[in-house]
Nanobody, 125 residues
Framework: QVQLVESGGGLVQAGGSLRLSCAAS????????LGWSRQAPGKEREFVAA????????YYADSVKGRFTISRDNTMNTLYLQMNSLKPEDTAVYYC??????????????????WGQGTEVTVSS
């Protein structure tokens, strides 16, 4: 089992920045690929970014590429999402998730085994 707790959400103006954190506890954090997804009101949850267990590779949705950066600190058992140049369409509840390595399609949310409770991000225009 891996327990995940997100933090860092809030209200920000368009063009601003936020950094989300996801603290993990439980089984070996460094054994898992990690990802961020989001769910806007009335929409399905969508993939945002993922990072491999070794942090050797990162993957992004086209909608956030160049603006968001995913990173992890395996010594601190923490996952991060740096969000810059925020837009109103980035408004959503953001979730971190963990999965066992072995799948190549990082954007497939069904492959993630453990989820946090989410942190809300609101971007005003």
């Amino acid at each position: 089992q891996v327990q995940l707790v997100e933090s860092g959400g809030g209200l920000v103006q368009a063009g601003g920045s936020l950094r989300l954190s996801c603290a993990a506890s439980g089984r070996a954090f460094s054994n898992y690929d990690l990802g961020w997804s989001r769910q806007a009101p009335g929409k399905e949850r969508e993939f945002v970014a993922a990072i491999t267990w070794s942090a050797s590779s990162a993957y992004y949705a086209d909608s956030v590429k160049g603006r968001f950066t995913i990173s992890r600190d395996n010594t601190m058992n923490t996952l991060y999402l740096q969000m810059n140049s925020l837009k109103p369409e980035d408004t959503a509840v953001y979730y971190c998730a963990a999965r066992r390595p072995g799948y190549s399609d990082y954007e497939n949310l069904r492959h993630y085994d453990y989820w946090g409770q989410g942190t809300e991000v609101t971007v005003s225009s």
